[in-house]
């Protein structure tokens, strides 16, 4: 699966569009504006399954206008970290696969609602784009699972853990939600288009070599002869040369595709160039 991406990364990676994730943010704010205005206009983009049947397909598109929330402070927390979670999605994986990650959520979305509607008659038309926003936050948390974030502006918690509860509120809701009701059977049906998002994508792209014994070996052999000087850093990343004094919030991570013991700040990680054992004594990673 990984190789079938990168070939589709070649073929069609020119064609990937930058920033995607500010254009889905731009579209709920466009949407909360039109809802404000006359909510009848918003009725006409919304997600109808009924009505896509009948010749309107582009619903099929334009429910990513449907904002996730009333709520004007709610909007605003929402562009505010979700634009920051798109942009370090993309940072890390590349504009292509990001795109692909948000397409797919976005089509899995549309085909959960249509198995939905066929298989119970229940018509989706509250679809919004909540369930990619978790899945997104899912693959961010699996990412940077240090990041913190501040809770009520107040108390700070790491992005691993908030996964972790909202992993823990769909497993309640997931159970919890009636087996016998179309609308029981929507929620179920829609934690899992989510939630298949992101183990797919992330059991067909991660590298498995990392937590193989050689490289565990070499990652427990490397931090015992490390013995920092005096109070200097413990960690630099061989491309900018940042240590952990430089931020809080950086992150630093062992390539195991590299031959040697190199290290990589959370930018660098997925973008550095590969240093091979013939490399290795002539130049340093870029």
């Given at each position: 699966?990984?190789?079938?991406?990168n070939?589709?990364?070649?073929?069609?990676?020119?064609?990937?569009?930058?920033?995607?994730?500010?254009?889905?943010?731009?579209?709920?704010?466009?949407?909360?504006l039109?809802?404000?205005?006359?909510?009848?206009?918003?009725?006409?983009?919304?997600?109808?399954?009924?009505?896509?049947?009948?010749?309107?397909?582009?619903r099929?598109?334009?429910?990513?206008f449907?904002?996730?929330?009333?709520n004007?402070?709610?909007?605003?927390?929402?562009?505010?970290?979700?634009?920051?979670?798109?942009?370090?999605?993309?940072?890390?994986?590349?504009?292509?696969?990001?795109?692909?990650y948000?397409?797919?959520?976005l089509?899995?979305?549309?085909?959960?609602?249509?198995?939905?509607?066929?298989?119970t008659?229940?018509?989706?038309?509250?679809?919004?784009?909540?369930?990619?926003?978790?899945?997104?936050?899912?693959?961010?948390?699996?990412?940077?699972?240090n990041m913190?974030?501040?809770?009520?502006?107040?108390?700070?918690?790491?992005?691993?853990w908030?996964?972790?509860?909202?992993?823990?509120?769909?497993?309640y809701?997931?159970?919890?939600?009636?087996?016998?009701t179309?609308?029981?059977?929507?929620?179920?049906?829609?934690?899992?288009?989510?939630?298949?998002?992101?183990?797919?994508?992330?059991?067909?792209?991660?590298?498995?070599?990392?937590?193989?014994?050689k490289?565990?070996?070499?990652?427990?052999?490397?931090?015992?002869?490390?013995?920092?000087?005096?109070?200097?850093?413990?960690?630099?990343?061989?491309?900018?040369?940042?240590?952990?004094?430089?931020?809080?919030?950086?992150?630093?991570?062992?390539?195991s595709?590299?031959?040697?013991?190199?290290?990589?700040?959370?930018?660098h990680?997925?973008?550095?160039?590969?240093?091979?054992?013939?490399?290795?004594?002539?130049?340093s990673p870029?």
């Amino acid at each position: 699966m990984s190789n079938f991406i990168n070939k589709m990364e070649r073929k069609f990676g020119r064609y990937a569009i930058p920033n995607l994730m500010l254009y889905i943010i731009i579209a709920n704010v466009a949407g909360f504006l039109i809802n404000m205005i006359n909510p009848i206009f918003l009725y006409y983009l919304n997600f109808n399954m009924s009505a896509i049947l009948r010749g309107q397909i582009w619903r099929i598109v334009t429910y990513i206008f449907v904002p996730t929330s009333g709520n004007l402070l709610s909007l605003i927390l929402f562009c505010l970290v979700y634009y920051m979670i798109g942009l370090s999605l993309e940072r890390a994986w590349g504009a292509f696969r990001q795109n692909l990650y948000i397409i797919s959520g976005l089509l899995g979305q549309v085909i959960g609602a249509a198995v939905v509607y066929f298989v119970t008659g229940y018509n989706m038309t509250g679809l919004n784009t909540s369930y990619l926003n978790a899945s997104m936050f899912f693959a961010y948390a699996a990412l940077f699972p240090n990041m913190q974030f501040y809770f009520y502006f107040i108390i700070p918690i790491k992005a691993k853990w908030m996964a972790l509860i909202s992993g823990a509120v769909y497993i309640y809701e997931f159970i919890t939600s009636s087996w016998t009701t179309a609308a029981g059977w929507s929620t179920k049906v829609m934690i899992i288009m989510s939630l298949i998002n992101f183990l797919v994508f992330f059991a067909a792209t991660r590298n498995y070599r990392r937590i193989s014994p050689k490289q565990i070996r070499r990652r427990y052999t490397f931090e015992k002869n490390a013995k920092p000087k005096g109070n200097g850093p413990k960690h630099k990343c061989a491309v900018c040369g940042r240590t952990e004094l430089d931020g809080d919030d950086l992150e630093f991570r062992y390539c195991s595709k590299c031959e040697g013991q190199y290290e990589y700040c959370q930018d660098h990680l997925y973008t550095h160039k590969h240093v091979t054992s013939h490399e290795a004594d002539h130049s340093s990673p870029q």
